[in-house]
């Protein structure tokens, strides 16, 4: 097996990951563009902010596995993946209390002015009037947009400061609510409307893209904060822009819209000219404990990939097939049986959707659950049942 971890990644895990496979090829600042040249005879790929390319997927000649070293993956080309069968896998929660410290961290630093008074103090300026002025945070009312692991750790700590939480997410119940001891927004306009701070939380996907519409931005209070160490794209960052020009919002942001791809190096964004918008550098899940948790997660995810071929944190397996009827068979646990089974469906041209084979204790006989896309005709049912002396008994389930 050879891997390529075309970003950064801590040394120790790069030794464990060699201890296990043939070759590691480590290119911490390869880009987009250097992919497709160096995919060639890789088995994985492992990146954290590295965009995986249709390029890169289609030139691939024995690509099976891309694990994103982070939870978000929405840098690689899931669709092309699909095509070609090969695994994608992420790193879910790892990160969580990383992003949670940095987002708490943005709320503070917009509080306390605390870029401006690092700037100034190393110009040489004393300005405690001006920064003297902060109204704290203390019984502020926090809506937290997205209550998963990153969501749930950053409720904890807006607790510790006193804030009042309310939130908002697709997935959050009356009852969940209730237990994690926040308010539950009916809707995303309730929770703009009511909160001083708002911290975004989501994945970036086709439902969320741009969710925190121009009209969502427009309901904020005059002065409130807006946090988002998420994703760029779930945010109309014409509209965040807009407000944050008019002096009627304060935003943090860790992502944003044409993030250079580079590492390191100059570049030029309409940002940088904005006193309301602080940005640090896509650093949420960049902590060195982050990190480990993170390697040590995709260190699993390759052991037990080639151990037994299964895929810890696979993500894009279709969850609901084309499936409407279910095979049962149960037979003995000789070679030939289910071949048998395959060649008669396959001669009806019926698709089985997934297949799933279990041995009984003794290892004499076995039972075969086949997903199928269409009804097989009474004759394939009753041939196996009547004329098939390895099979016990057939049954159909209609889904």
């Known amino acids: 097996m050879r891997i390529l971890i ?38 994985v790929l492992i990146v954290r902010s590295t965009k995986v390319n249709e390029d890169c997927i289609s030139i691939s000649n024995k690509l099976s596995l891309i694990i994103r070293a982070g939870a978000g993956v929405n840098n690689i080309n899931i669709p092309e993946a699909n095509k070609k ?44 009037a001006a920064f003297s002025k902060a109204d704290g945070l203390y019984e502020k009312t926090i809506g937290i947009v997205g209550t998963g692991k990153i969501g749930r750790e950053l409720i904890k700590r807006s607790k510790a400061f006193g804030l009042n939480v309310i939130a908002w997410s697709r997935s959050l119940t009356k009852n969940t609510a209730d237990i994690l001891e926040i308010y539950r927004c009916d809707d995303l306009n309730e929770l703009f409307e009511k909160a001083d701070i708002i911290s975004i939380h989501l994945a970036q996907t086709s439902e969320t893209k741009k969710i925190i519409s121009a009209d969502l931005i427009n309901k904020m209070k005059k002065g409130a904060y807006l ?3 998420s994703r760029a794209g779930v945010i109309n960052e014409d509209a965040l822009i807009a407000a944050a020009k008019d002096g ?14 580079e590492k390191q190096g100059k570049f030029s964004s309409d940002l940088i000219k ?9 650093i949420g899940a960049s902590t060195m404990q982050a990190q480990n948790a993170v390697a040590e997660e995709t260190f699993k995810i390759i052991e037990q990939y080639k151990k037994t071929g299964v895929v ?28 048998k089974v395959l060649q008669l469906l396959s001669d009806e041209k019926i698709n089985a959707q997934e297949i799933e084979n279990v041995i009984f204790d003794g290892e004499l006989t076995a039972c075969c659950k086949i997903m199928l896309d269409s009804k097989p005709s009474v004759k394939i049912t009753e041939e196996l049942a009547n004329k098939e002396e390895d099979i016990l008994d057939v049954s159909l389930i209609n889904l």
Not at 94 to 112: F, P, Q, T, W, Y
Not at 274 to 282: A, K
């Open 6 to 43: 075309a970003d950064k990644f801590p040394d120790k895990y790069i030794e464990k990951i060699k201890g296990i496979v043939r070759e590691v090829i480590y290119e911490p600042t390869y880009k987009e563009d250097d992919l497709p040249n160096n995919i060639k005879d890789i088995d």
């Open 227 to 229: 946090i988002n160490t």
């Open 274 to 282: 904005i006193p309301n918008i602080y940005v640090t550098h896509h």
């Open 85 to 128: 069968g090969i695994y994608v896998a992420n790193c879910p929660g790892k990160n969580s209390i990383a992003v949670a410290e940095l987002a708490m961290g943005l709320i503070c630093a917009i509080d306390r002015k605390l870029p401006d008074n690092v700037i100034q103090f190393r110009e040489g300026k004393w300005n405690k």
């Open 312 to 339: 810890k944190n696979w993500i894009n397996r279709c969850e609901i097939t084309a499936a409407k009827y279910q095979l049962v068979i149960r037979h003995f646990d000789k070679p030939g049986v289910l071949s």
């Open 248 to 261: 009627k919002i304060l935003v943090g942001i860790d992502v944003f819209n044409d993030e250079p791809e």
